[in-house]
């Protein structure tokens, strides 16, 4: 009784465009192997949420294993796949290879540093939950530093924040910064006024948000000024140290920079040996496929795809690649039945379902179609399309309470330092603190703690 | 306009009985310094529910700062004290020193291995909010690793857990990882029955919760039995290896062991140059003071001291340190102001609130003075306990809508793989799968996948 062997299609990356993917291919007769190095899938729109402690880890994340526990063509592999061979029809790990018959590439991009890659270090990016968790703990830790700096220009330092790139992310972040300074903390310390934060934001552009209309763009602008961020633009940076960011002759002392500016795609790509764009991302056919290889997929912010119904590139948003995803899914289902579908008998075209950026408490802005709204209007529109796209009924509740919570008590409560590695020490400002050792001699310590600080 | 400098109150630890020391202080004419290299106080006796996936860490954390964010005499330092010079009166920090007039010491206790430290690295406890998520990861990875292990001993091993210690700790988790097992994941897994999964906890004497009366450690174990988890009594482990544990002759091969077994003070006690007791707490006065030193106060689990009422130990539990704690704060308060009150006019007595231990689903067991209950009814009373105890409103909201959510779908999702050095890659277990490496081409992959297993 030997049944013929079901197409076996792989997956790389639980993201937005591979579980769809999955989905779209639940009913197909085909064996799925959905491989990724994490065991979760992360709701990447609300991880700045994380990083500014308004959430938690767990709210935003769900096991891969149990969004697809009732899709039984589908398994689940923790694994890092490490490249391709097109020839062969081989995916290869570290430690082997094994057979495909169709394969999604979906495994994202990470942070690129414009060629300074030595940034990385002082200038963090978000794009995991241990991203996220590490930006909450150099958040935290430099009101820390502050609270006990006797030195008032090294506490002015640890008291500014600098955010490269004015995209969503970079917009979202310092708006939260601002409101975690100004309305969370000042309470919590007795030596600062944290209310006093500045959020500068560097642009290199000259409007932030430049995937939005350009009313929009000022708009934010507005809202961001409004709370008190800095927004610079057209400001290039030049470099960025542990003591401050660099723009060209221009030095800002910032203790604390995070980096929302450039993506580069998977490496995976690469090992293809296909022509790449300038982000490392996988220049696709019309279709999504792989030049001479029908039966290799790129989605998501691995691909350079364009929209064959305006020409435009796919924007690297969840949209775009929840949509590569389900075209993904849906051509490997209809060439495996043999059968043909509105979707896929035309090459891949976006349908732009519109932008959202919030910026803070009741301020936001949205273009859907030809809406385009800001203000309170804009915020509510936000928090229920990211409500109704996060994954897992518990989340939405638990996400749900938490804003209302936030929103009521102006808290934000998770706000744990974790990771005993990079704990750094403050010590008591106090006019009898006697430092011992000459290397702290030097530092600052021991002056008279001054009344509440508002430089 | 000079003022008369307030007496210095230094308090190390913001646990359970430093804060309850502080807060004590709230009114007395005094400088508190509370001192934590952590930012945060940690509910300790609900972080097995963190290890095991069912609540977020940030859920049963309180940021220090922000729990004594109303008391205007407290400031908090996030710093590590790491000695006491008593003669001089002086708190010593890596970088420095500084006086106190008082002193407190409420630093805490880590981990035991009675002279094996070596068995840390592979039998973790569980003491910190990191502790915890580390604890997760093992778990879950056990799970993964299983899934596609092909060599069924091999298999066997990583779906056996064992936990040495049949203290509260202890126990709790072996109820809560046959929970996970049994009820909350099977579904997630193509290969792997994970409701087979051996749970054994190791406790060296002749019953389980030794500080329970014996009806309800009886009851502890039938309970733990009823869910499918191995007690072993009497059982002495003399070695764990990553291959297994070792009780005298006998060898069990389990992949992932957790440590519940000792404490040890935290090191600070040793500087004082006082008598230490076996596990290296302080032995205090009655009154809680080092001898010679009505000054400095030790307190919680870093202190050896016997309650004045009945001549016992007082336990290591919250409720101790909060009774240590609110009596060291009461005692310097009144030496402050050069009055007594009835609670310092005596010697510390611990009050016994009662004792609780939960098992798993609607089974736990409690005393509370003379009344002994166990099952549905001990359930109640611990989540009603837990819940009262817990800091925060917001806290004891969230982890009740948790509490009720697993109850009523049988759900662990907290479940993140997180920290990035430590993810290990497993490999579809497929009959395809081709190992390339010299050294992993002895492991058992590509061996065909069997059906479900149910070894």
Do not use: C, S
């Given at each position: 009784m030997q049944t013929k062997r079901l197409p076996r299609v792989f997956i790389v990356g639980g993201g937005f465009a591979g579980l769809a993917a999955a989905k779209t291919l639940a009913e197909a007769p085909v064996e799925i192997m959905l491989v990724d190095r994490r065991n979760h899938h992360v709701f990447q729109p609300l991880l700045y949420q994380v990083a500014t402690a308004a959430l938690s880890p767990a709210e935003i994340s769900a096991p891969i294993r149990t969004v697809v526990r009732d899709q039984k063509n589908c398994q689940v592999a923790l694994s890092e796949a490490v490249g391709v061979d097109l020839a062969k029809q081989r995916l290869i790990f570290k430690s082997g290879h094994i057979h495909y018959d169709y394969l999604i590439l979906a495994a994202g991009a990470t942070h690129a540093y414009f060629g300074h890659e030595e940034w990385a270090a002082v200038a963090p990016g978000l794009k995991s939950v241990e991203d996220a968790t590490a930006m909450r703990r150099r958040i935290l830790l430099a009101f820390e530093t502050a609270e006990y700096e006797g030195n008032a220009e090294a506490r002015r330092a640890a008291l500014t924040f600098g955010i490269v790139g004015g995209g969503p992310t970079g917009v979202e972040l310092a708006g939260a910064i601002k409101e975690i300074a100004g309305q969370a903390i000042p309470k919590d310390f007795r030596h600062i006024d944290t209310s006093t934060t500045r959020v500068i934001l560097f642009q290199g552009g000259d409007r932030i948000l430049p995937s939005f209309p350009t009313k929009l763009s000022e708009k934010a602008q507005q809202h961001l000024e409004d709370l008190g961020v800095e927004v610079r633009l057209n400001a290039r940076v030049t470099n960025v140290t542990n003591h401050g960011v660099h723009i060209g002759d221009e030095f800002i002392p910032i203790r604390t920079v995070f980096w929302a500016a450039g993506v580069k795609a998977n490496p995976i790509g690469a090992t293809l040996g296909v022509p790449l764009d300038t982000s490392g991302r996988v220049i696709v056919q019309p279709d999504l496929t792989v030049p001479g290889h029908p039966e290799v997929f790129v989605v998501g912010d691995m691909a350079a795809a364009k929209s064959a119904?305006?020409?435009?590139p796919v924007p690297g948003v969840a949209q775009g690649g929840i949509q590569m995803g389900e075209y993904a899914g849906c051509a490997i289902r209809n060439r495996v039945a043999g059968t043909s579908s509105p979707l896929t008998r035309r090459p891949f075209s976006y349908h732009d379902k519109g932008s959202l950026a919030v910026i803070g408490k009741a301020k936001a802005v949205a273009q859907i179609g030809a809406l385009k709204v800001s203000g309170f209007l804009a915020w509510i529109l936000w928090g229920l399309v990211h409500i109704a796209f996060l994954i897992g009924f518990r989340n939405r509740v638990q996400v749900m309470i938490s804003w209302v919570w936030n929103w009521v008590v102006n808290s934000r409560d998770a706000r744990l330092i974790t990771g005993d590695a990079q704990i750094q020490v403050t010590l008591p400002r106090s006019s009898d603190f006697v430092p011992d050792l000459p290397e702290t001699a030097a530092a600052p310590h021991g002056q008279p703690a001054p009344e509440k600080v508002s430089t």
């Open positions: 119904n305006n020409g435009e």
